[in-house]
């Protein structure tokens, strides 16, 4: 089975970057679509970015659309979130899925199956 660890979070100041990584372990990421998600004190889960397998497509909250890119190495199997110009409202913890053998992303939660621990992103202003 797939486990699934992000890494690369940490304290930036407002206007910095950050790269998360998520590498897939056990299996690949093998005709998987994979997601970004995150989680900040007191509110939901919420949809960051997704990308799919195969023909490459990719999918963006819109608050998060031109600061954000995903990306996805298949040889290293490992899929990036790059974080530009990031705010203090960006301060969340994140996390990746994906969606086993689905190539497709998608933008709900029930709709990946497998999730990481989470790694912190912390903005300061």
């Known amino acids: 089975q797939v486990q699934l660890v992000e890494s690369g979070g940490g304290l930036v100041q407002a206007g910095g970057s950050l790269r998360l990584s998520c590498a897939a372990s056990?299996?690949?990421?093998?005709?998987?679509?994979v997601g970004w998600f995150r989680q900040a004190p007191g509110k939901e889960r919420e949809f960051v970015a997704a990308?799919?397998?195969?023909?490459?497509?990719?999918g963006y909250a819109d608050s998060v659309q031109s600061r954000f890119s995903i990306s996805r190495d298949n040889a290293q199997n490992t899929v990036y979130l790059q974080m530009n110009s990031l705010k203090p409202e960006d301060t969340a913890v994140y996390y990746c899925?994906?969606?086993?053998?689905?190539?497709?992303?998608?933008?709900?939660?029930?709709?990946?199956?497998?999730w990481g621990q989470g790694t912190q992103v912390t903005v300061s202003s």
């Open positions: 056990g299996r690949t990421f093998s005709r998987s679509a």
């Open positions: 899925a994906a969606r086993s053998q689905i190539m497709a992303w998608a933008r709900g939660l029930s709709d990946y199956d497998i």
């Open positions: 990308i799919s397998w195969g023909i490459i497509t990719t």
